[in-house]
């Protein structure tokens, strides 16, 4: 069955090589995206594609719902509430798209189809809170939101009408509070991306560059197959601004009325797109078992090496199988399908489907099965009265084993970047580490120096490096390497 499997899996592409075409064919023949509607940068899900994409964010609920609690606002923002803060409509005013009429009816107020929620949510926080009691609040929904995008669109990466916009937007009564809140958010993203395996570095933005309105910016990002990372999250510390000009204040204790101190952070249909690009391989996707639609397929080995159907009990123990499987909470599928084997092999394996559990006439003499692992295509012998225990310990060896190689291959491609020559050949493979002084002038400078597409990605947060098994703890300081000036420690990359 081996040499049968071999003659008709046909590879897609060489993921590194040409990993925009992988990429491509990869969403059509995975059934994840469907990019034929007639609107830039507007895409539609195909029923596995969303189904992937809903337990990813079921997961992300689940981290979410602990402290915080699901809402939903209004898609439509009046012009006026749009405009109100300064930086941030200065951030948003190219990529809003407008709702103007009404029919044939022009609308005395224009509205905004929603690019993110600020101002759609800040004027309701002044009505909801009064008093200190009122505070912490911490909300979040999970929406579309419309970015009228100039730069290439790309599917689940820079889309105009993103469609898994899950945007969190907390208020507390001091700042320390709104600082610890940003603490424990990295941390819930954190556990996020572990869980879909997908490794990232943790910045802060440059300041000339943070979100519009915030105080700062923490982003995540990634590393794709083509040496361009890819931003994945963002968190940010709002303090006071947006309450100044909302104009949310609270009672506190003593009677005083005080601004609430702010927070919001996102995560978007990228996640989805990281983890279909950083674990797939020629054959097509390798999903995390955490969110893996089908995590076991089961394919019945049901014809002679001749094609011919055999009468055999492959069925009603395959069938047997499949129950217990599913009685244990495993998402199992029994292909009883009426194609050989091999086309199923190939499927399933496009699928990234994690396990894959073989059951023929020889392997029920014996009272075993044979399970075929997706990450290496490992197989193992597998008495069918330990099937279910067994599925469990290898859905958890596959998820440590892509984790492990993904955070490898992530890792060695962050190095430190010396004279400008060497800086310049490393971002086309990765990220690379400089020191730069806080002006904007001088990251605009190595942007010009380094070619296009780099991108300043921030200042590291402690941890992510030595979590990824690195050893020696870098200097944050030295001299910026335009200026000469006091620096630091910053990461550069070619990002999407
Ligand atoms: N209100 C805050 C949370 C906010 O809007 N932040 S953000 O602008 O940085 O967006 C959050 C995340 O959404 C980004 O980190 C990025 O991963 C993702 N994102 C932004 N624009 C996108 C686009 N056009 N298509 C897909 N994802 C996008
Ligand atoms: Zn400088």
């Known amino acids: 069955m081996n040499t049968q499997h071999k003659t008709e899996t046909k590879t897609v592409l060489q993921k590194e090589n040409n990993?925009?075409?992988?990429?491509?064919?990869?969403?059509?023949?995975?059934?994840?995206?469907?990019?034929?509607?007639?609107?830039?940068g507007v895409y539609v899900w195909y029923p596995y594609g969303y189904k992937l994409r809903n337990l990813t964010y079921a997961f992300l609920r689940s981290l979410m719902d602990k402290d915080h609690e699901e809402t939903l606002f209004p898609m439509l923002i009046p012009k006026e509430e749009l405009m109100k803060e300064r930086e941030h409509i200065k951030g948003f005013e190219e990529e809003v798209f407008w709702v103007t009429k009404g029919g044939s009816t022009e609308l005395d107020v224009p509205l905004a189809l929603r690019p993110t929620s600020e101002t759609a949510i800040y004027p309701v926080f002044k009505v909801w809170i009064r008093s200190h009691r009122d505070l912490p609040i911490r909300i979040y929904q999970i929406v579309n939101t419309f970015r009228y995008e100039t730069r290439h669109t790309r599917p689940l990466i820079r889309l105009r009408e993103i469609t898994s916009f899950k945007e969190a937007h907390t208020a507390h009564a001091s700042r320390a509070e709104a600082e610890e809140q940003i603490k424990k958010a990295v941390a819930l993203y954190k556990n996020f991306f572990d869980v879909l395996a997908v490794p990232y570095v943790t910045t802060k933005r440059p300041g000339w560059d943070k979100f519009p309105g915030a105080e700062y910016s923490i982003a995540f990002d990634t590393l794709m197959p083509d040496g361009r990372t890819m931003q994945i999250a963002t968190i940010h510390l709002l303090g006071e601004t947006f309450a100044r000009t909302f104009d949310i204040k609270y009672e506190d204790k003593d009677g005083s009325l005080k601004y609430v101190n702010q927070t919001c952070y996102g995560i978007s249909e990228r996640c989805v797109a990281a983890v279909i690009s950083i674990h797939g391989d020629e054959h097509g996707l390798m999903l995390p078992p955490a969110v893996a639609p089908i995590q076991v397929v089961i394919v019945p080995i049901v014809y002679s090496s001749e094609g011919e159907k055999k009468e055999t009990d492959v069925g009603k123990i395959c069938s047997e199988v499949f129950a217990k499987l599913k009685e244990a909470g495993i998402r199992a599928f029994f292909d009883d399908s009426a194609e050989r084997p091999g086309a199923k092999y190939y499927r399933w394996e496009m699928k990234g489907v994690p396990l894959r559990i073989e059951i023929g006439p020889r392997d029920i003499r014996n009272n075993r099965c044979v399970f075929v692992r997706r990450d290496d295509f490992s197989k193992l012998q597998v008495p069918i009265s330990n099937v279910v225990p067994e599925a469990k310990r290898a859905l958890?060896?596959?998820?440590?084993?892509?984790?492990?190689?993904?955070?490898?291959?992530?890792?060695?491609?962050?190095?430190?970047?010396?004279?400008?020559?060497?800086?310049?050949?490393?971002?086309?493979?990765?990220?690379?580490?400089?020191f730069l002084c806080e002006r904007e002038k001088c990251g605009q400078e190595v942007v010009a120096r380094l070619g296009a597409g780099v991108t300043v990605l921030g200042e590291p947060i402690e941890g992510d490096k030595a979590e990824g098994g690195e050893t020696s703890v870098k200097?944050?300081?030295?001299?910026?390497?335009?200026?000469?000036?006091k620096g630091r420690r910053v990461y550069v990359a070619r990002a999407y």
């Open 475 to 485: 200097s944050a300081e030295g001299n910026c390497i335009i200026c000469s000036r």
């Open 19 to 40: 990993f925009s075409e992988w990429y491509s064919e990869i969403l059509k023949r995975a059934e994840i995206l469907d990019v034929r509607y007639p609107v830039k």
């Open 396 to 434: 958890n060896e596959i998820h440590t084993c892509i984790a492990k190689r993904a955070k490898e291959t992530f890792f060695a491609h962050v190095s430190e970047g010396e004279g400008e020559m060497e800086t310049r050949s490393s971002t086309a493979q990765g990220i690379v580490s400089i």
